[in-house]
């Protein structure tokens, strides 16, 4: 099926068919490529929230918290205390412990191997010039709760900055009229690192992690996803605090030849249609139609076996699953970059070939036995990237942003004598007279 025919076979809810080229593209696929990166009524709640939650304080995120999640919580209860850790870990299965400890270890090994190192170089006349650097003080990760407990979020963001060394790791997570949190999300954030939790979400927990409280301080830098709301608020609270990026709903591109397995491309699409904002993105790029045609059969197929059958429709009513034939599989690849995904995987033959090709993507899957949920969960990568397009411009989350970055100059004499003119001329070209005397002056 195509995307030009009649509106009538569209109906089915299938996932449409269309063609794409270098030269010519289609309203269908400029559709499917536009995705807003910001949310105007988002903007205006986050704006009204957080201007009060900076007026009124903690009252202000506990009325939000009660309005918006039901949550009737005081300063003393909105904080998740040793006991409830303690209950929380010892109501999960063993099985999950040990899911949770494979997680955290495989994290940590890539966050360690990633973490840039102290240097220094010599200056080339008795000095040396180098970078240090140091962790921040206290940060805050959001791990999202609502259609999901995503615990493997918290160990995504928190194993990042235990291990860039962060002292103080303060976690916010929505917990619902129970007041309760998913225990095997807080065994998570324990294992994790976290120091501080708090039965927090959506626009009052950035408020909170932004600007603090009499008992709460503030942090230096927010991370983690989150919904509309959530990203809206990050967004508004950066320049108080330092934030990771401005990230959206989930999406996946799949470039794949006709050695692909239909029925393991269909499932690895669907595997980021069941996240629930109804925005979510999945693409198939292929130079083959008979594939294309394969994995339309197979969604229809798996679809009805999903427990969250009803929200994957939900987002292919919104045009969320595109498959796309190319004249080649370069041309595929090509209209990949343009979308700049979250995820993309490669699934044609000697994908090792074409990783050199892709310039925008927030991680990347090579090959057939690497689905996108093993970086989700468990390979050791952080799974917070870039979605909506940002990829052309931004990375996902390390280690390394927990640390501050230093340049390191030590001169010499010589050093600051071969420097002298530079300094000098740059002065007197910019107007700059103090900053040329200060160089000069040590020469008197």
């Known amino acids: 099926m195509t995307t030009n025919q009649p ?35 988002a903007e205006q709640a986050a704006a009204t929230l957080l201007a009060d939650i900076r007026k009124r304080g903690i009252t202000a995120i506990l009325d939000a918290a009660k309005r918006f999640d039901g949550a009737s919580l005081t300063p003393a209860t909105m904080h998740v205390s040793q006991r409830e850790l303690d209950a929380a870990s010892a109501q999960i299965p063993s099985s999950v412990r040990r899911a949770v400890r494979d997680a955290h270890r495989r994290v940590t090994t890539f966050a360690r191997a990633g973490l840039r190192r102290n240097w220094r170089m010599p200056s080339g006349n008795g000095g040396w010039l180098g970078e240090q650097f140091t962790p921040l003080d206290r940060v805050g990760v959001y791990v999202p709760g609502g259609t999901a407990p995503l615990a493997s979020t918290a160990i995504m963001t928190a194993t990042l900055a235990q291990v860039a060394g962060v002292r103080e790791i303060v976690a916010c997570t929505p917990c619902g009229v129970s007041r309760q949190v998913n225990p095997v999300l807080l065994h998570a954030l324990q294992v994790a690192g976290a120091t501080e939790i708090y039965k927090v979400g959506g626009i009052q927990a950035i408020g909170l992690m932004a600007f603090g409280t009499r008992t709460v301080q503030p942090v ?57 904002s109804g925005h979510e993105r999945a693409l198939l790029a292929t130079p083959s139609k008979a594939l294309a045609q394969a994995v339309q059969k197979e969604l229809e197929r798996q679809i009805p076996l999903l427990s969250r059958a009803a929200i994957v429709r939900r987002m292919m009513a919104k045009n969320g699953i595109l498959l796309v034939v190319t004249p080649k599989i370069d041309d595929a690849l090509e209209l990949c970059n343009q979308f700049a995904p979250e995820h993309l995987e490669l699934m044609a033959q000697q994908p090792e070939r074409l990783v050199p090709q892709v310039r925008a993507a927030g991680a990347i899957f090579v090959g057939p036995w690497t689905p996108e949920p093993a970086g989700d969960f468990a ?53 700059l007279d103090a900053h040329a005397r200060s160089a000069s002056i040590r020469f008197s």
């Open 7 to 41: 509106q009538a076979q569209q109906r089915n809810n299938a996932a449409p068919i269309t063609t794409w080229s270098p030269c010519r593209s289609s309203p269908a696929i400029d559709l499917f490529l536009q995705r807003p990166a910001f949310d105007p009524a």
């Open 220 to 276: 230096q830098k927010i991370v983690g996803p989150g919904n509309a709301f959530v990203t809206a608020a990050k967004r508004q609270v950066f320049g108080y605090v330092a934030i990771d990026q401005v990230a959206g709903p989930s999406e996946i591109a799949i470039l794949a030849d006709r050695s692909a397995n239909p029925a393991w491309v269909a499932a690895d699409l669907l595997s980021q249609a069941e996240h629930g």
């Open 379 to 431: 390979a050791g990568p952080s799974h917070v990237l870039p979605t909506g397009g940002a990829a052309r411009m931004f990375s996902g989350l390390t280690a390394d942003d927990f640390r501050r970055r230093s340049s390191i100059i030590a001169f010499k004499r010589r050093d600051l004598e071969k420097t002298r003119a530079t300094i000098e001329t740059f002065g007197a070209v910019e107007g």
